[in-house]
């Protein structure tokens, strides 16, 4: 989930994500984002999206949805290897 580089002369930008690697996984993070922002409306990365997207459909929520998607395996990946839990969401008790 990594944007592709472009670099021509001066410019230097990034493209859209990549899609080397595993597809099912990418797929699979981009449905929980979705879920994320259904189930986890409080959180700081679905305040983050709503904020970036407001009420814009289409393309423009498709593309942030993968973005919010990096940012969300970023932080699932911090809480395994910290315990850090992502700002906004709580553990429920056992």
Known sequence: MAPVPHQSGDMDRDLRIGRAG?????????????????????????????????KLQGRTRRIAIVAMARKLLIALWRFTETGEIPAGSMLRAA
């Open 22 to 54: 595993n597809a099912r996984a990418r797929k699979t993070l981009v449905q929980l984002a979705w879920l994320w922002l259904r189930y986890r409306p409080e959180s700081e990365l679905s305040a983050w999206f709503r904020a970036r997207v407001g």
